[in-house]
Nanobody, 113 residues
Framework: QVQLVESGGGLVQAGGSLRLSCAVSGIVFRLNALTWYRQAPGNKRNLVAGITSDGITNYADSVKGRFTISRDNAKNTVYLQMNSLKSEDTAVYYC???????WGQGTQVTVSS
């Protein structure tokens, strides 16, 4: 049974940083791509960043240069380092197995201006 558990969300001032973590179990972690999505109130869930099993990364235009996705295969964990946070980054952040797989429960990120 696949499980994804996010942590690291919280309240931060604009310009600050947060690092989200997503611990994954139930799969051969190193063989899978992982993604981060976010959903703001009233909006659909959007892809923020992804990382392949080979470590190739991609980002939404809105976060390029500010967010970094990374993975630690020894810890079965994917991270999202978020710097220079803006109020428009406020959302629930979800990690996901690839683009079509299981979701985590989400973690709230609130950026105050």
């Amino acid at each position: 049974q696949v499980q994804l558990v996010e942590s690291g969300g919280g309240l931060v001032q604009a310009g600050g940083s947060l690092r989200l973590s997503c611990a994954v179990s139930g799969i051969v972690f190193r063989l899978n791509a992982l993604t981060w999505y976010r959903q703001a109130p009233g909006n659909k869930r959007n892809l923020v960043a992804g990382i392949t099993s080979d470590g190739i990364t991609n980002y939404a235009d809105s976060v390029k240069g500010r967010f970094t996705i990374s993975r630690d295969n020894a810890k079965n964990t994917v991270y999202l380092q978020m710097n220079s946070l803006k109020s428009e980054d406020t959302a629930v952040y979800y990690c996901r197995l690839g683009l079509f797989g299981s979701w985590g429960q989400g973690t709230q990120v609130t950026v105050s201006s």
